[in-house]
């Protein structure tokens, strides 16, 4: 800029999209050739020889424009989005002063209470109560297995989870419910002939013990299984009563043998009494006699 001169003109300011394609355009023209400055042009016909290249070429660097950055919300739109925003409308009386609602109870149906009374009757009238889960299997295997049973006296009921656990839940028995959750029976009998129930099950592996209560006691699956390996109760009261019967026989023996052998010592003291009032040899007393053996 020259001293005391006029200032130069000024250029006028381009938008990015009013010469971009034109000057694109021409770069497309010197990488071809055909641009200003370029060699001579090629007949198009021509074939490409192998060692030509462009003249231009450009290559793109750098990454994309990331766009999406965030941005704090217009101050304005803050306001409205909190003056907008949903707010619950309150309860015109206070629940605590409204009316409890009556809770209708579903009444049962008589066919629902015989059967519940029926499970009752099970439970207060067996010694030995089951649970076993039932799988499917062919109705010849179940009416095998109800034949074998009942040759002990053993019964099988099918109860419904909905009729026994309300019953359970109200009784002494109310430890049984974890077991009464699919589909489930119950072999009872009124004597507790565990070991004929085990030796059936085996040969049914479609019913899976999982518990029993057996003389009102709540017993697992290995608490059965030992159960079953104890003695009979016959067996085990004479095996008690012959224990108990030792001991007193034994101390009553203890007990007489001092005055039994007190008196021995006094009979054969009289009888050498009398034999030197009388002067005839004493005869030997039985103790005398049965230590000279």
């Given at each position: ?128 109560i089951a649970v076993c889960q039932y799988n499917s299997m062919p109705g010849e295997d179940v009416v095998l297995m109800r034949h074998y049973l009942r040759k002990h006296n053993i019964e099988v009921k099918f109860v419904l989870n909905e009729i026994v656990r309300p019953v359970l839940s109200q009784s002494k028995y109310k430890n049984l419910l974890p077991l009464f959750v699919a589909r489930n029976i119950l072999l009872v009998s009124r004597e507790a002939k565990v070991k004929e129930m085990l030796r059936v099950l085996k040969g049914v ?89």
């Amino acid at each position: 800029m020259r001293a005391g001169g006029p200032p130069p003109p000024l250029r006028p300011l381009r938008s990015r999209g009013q010469d971009g394609g034109a000057e694109r355009r021409r770069r497309r023209a010197m990488a071809a050739g055909r641009g200003p400055g370029a060699g001579p042009e090629r007949c198009p016909c021509a074939p490409l020889s192998s060692g030509w290249l462009p003249a231009l070429q450009f290559v793109r660097r750098g990454s994309k424009a990331v766009t999406r950055h965030w941005k704090a919300m217009h101050f304005q739109r803050q306001k409205l989005m909190a003056v907008t925003e949903y707010v619950a409308p309150r309860p015109a009386v206070p629940p605590r002063c409204l009316a409890p609602r009556k809770e209708t109870r579903e009444e049962d149906n008589g066919y629902v209470r015989l059967l519940r009374r029926q499970v009752e009757e099970v439970f207060r009238n067996n010694r030995l109560i089951a649970v076993c889960q039932y799988n499917s299997m062919p109705g010849e295997d179940v009416v095998l297995m109800r034949h074998y049973l009942r040759k002990h006296n053993i019964e099988v009921k099918f109860v419904l989870n909905e009729i026994v656990r309300p019953v359970l839940s109200q009784s002494k028995y109310k430890n049984l419910l974890p077991l009464f959750v699919a589909r489930n029976i119950l072999l009872v009998s009124r004597e507790a002939k565990v070991k004929e129930m085990l030796r059936v099950l085996k040969g049914v592996p479609q019913i899976n013990l999982l518990g029993a209560c057996i003389d009102d006691t709540i017993l697992s699956r290995k608490g059965v299984e030992n159960f079953a390996k104890l003695p009979s109760l016959e067996a085990s009261q004479g095996q008690t009563v012959g224990a108990l019967a030792l001991l007193p026989s034994q101390t009553s023996s203890l007990l007489q043998r001092g005055s039994a052998h007190l008196t021995a010592l006094l009979d054969q003291h009289i009888r050498r009494l009398q034999a030197g009032e009388t002067g005839s040899p004493a005869e030997p007393g039985p103790a005398q006699s049965s230590g000279a053996h």
